[in-house]
């Protein structure tokens, strides 16, 4: 990594919870500073707002300061980052990465890229893709394409919802109905036996989320192509770097293209219905996908997988980190 950026890192960590308070803020990062809106070759520390507002109309308080301990700032408006849901494709078999995918009770997303674990083929997408937001439960019916685009139950089903990163959304202590239930059930039983154990539901991601991320196992692995619509094989991994080109393919936007402007990015995510997930260590590149492309794989320019796409806004994208995308869900390609 960059020695500029590595001395960065550490006061954006610094001030990143006083920063994310300030009004209209949905994400910090680290990127180039940009002027009269075009990049330049300053390192800074990026708020991204959901709009620009007149200096006359924010307090002192709200205000982000021109730097912080040394580091430029910069102000750029981005719009509400949402979880990327919607519009259409048709029926693929065998199905690559790239095309409509989702639960049975969603409208649809994107089939992002097939992972391995174990010897097993799986399907990664997206949790608010494969999983309905953590509303879905092991075994449940995943379609392609997804029932938006015409997907029905059990004609166009294709694997079933296999495991979920639960998403923790603010203000909620756990994310998982299933797991507190069964929570629930053991400190129950506990308190009758006259235990003081209690057990409380954890979900691999602490508060923090890192990935918005799920896996499907395929009902026929004949069924499934490994490679990418548009794209091919996927070469192997790579980390985000700042300034990578980037490319995917999503059933909205088809084969697209970007850069990625901003590295160690913390953001709030709306998932509607007035639930908002925090994310950190998120990569975010420009306006490359709409809704329906969440899921998607995203690759460099050598075919190498660097992350899951999973949000964005009409100006921007967000991307977790591949790295952790694997960890926590224990595969590789």
Do not use: W
């Not at 409509?100 to 674990?117: D, K, M, P, Q, W």
């Not at 619509?229 to 293209?257: D, F, P, V």
């Not at 460099?300 to 694997?326: E, M």
């Amino acid at each position: 990594m960059d020695t500029i950026i590595s001395s960065i890192i550490p006061v954006l960590d610094s001030v990143r919870s006083s920063l994310m308070s300030r009004k209209n803020v949905v994400a910090t990062g680290i990127g180039y500073k940009q002027t009269n809106g075009k990049k330049t070759g300053q390192l800074s520390i990026i708020c991204s707002v959901e709009r620009k507002e007149q200096r006359t109309e924010l307090p002192d308080s709200e205000m982000v300061p021109a730097t912080v301990g040394g580091i430029p700032t910069d102000v750029v408006a981005t719009g509400r980052i949402r979880a990327l849901l919607p519009p259409p494709t048709g029926n693929f078999r065998p199905a690559p990465g790239g095309v409509s995918i989702g639960h049975y009770e969603i409208t649809a997303g994107t089939f992002g890229c097939l992972v391995n674990r174990n010897g097993e083929l799986f399907i990664l997408s997206n949790n608010h893709v494969l999983a309905n937001s953590n509303d879905a439960s092991a075994g449940d019916a995943i379609l392609q394409p997804g029932p938006y685009d015409g997907g029905m139950n059990p004609s166009d089903k294709i694997a079933e919802l296999a495991e979920f990163v639960p998403i923790t959304f603010s203000g909620s202590s756990s994310s998982c109905p299933v797991a507190n239930s069964i929570a629930d059930l053991c400190n129950f039983l506990a308190s009758v036996t006259g235990s003081d154990t209690r057990l409380q539901a954890v979900s691999v991601q602490a508060a923090e989320n890192l990935v918005d991320a799920a896996l499907a196992r395929p009902l026929n692995p004949a069924d499934m192509k490994n490679e990418i619509l548009g794209i091919g094989t996927i070469a192997g991994t790579a980390e985000g770097t700042l300034g990578m080109a980037l490319k995917k393919s999503g059933r909205t936007t088809g084969l697209t293209t970007g850069e990625i402007q901003q590295i160690n990015v913390t953001v709030n995510v709306s998932y509607g219905s007035n639930r908002v997930a925090q994310f950190r260590d998120q990569l975010m590149a420009g306006a490359m996908s709409q809704g329906g492309d969440s899921g998607s794989a995203v690759l460099d320019n050598s075919n190498n997988l660097v992350g899951l796409l999973f949000a964005g806004s009409d100006q921007t994208t967000i991307i977790n980190r591949i790295q952790n995308v694997f960890s926590i869900l224990g595969v590789t390609l």
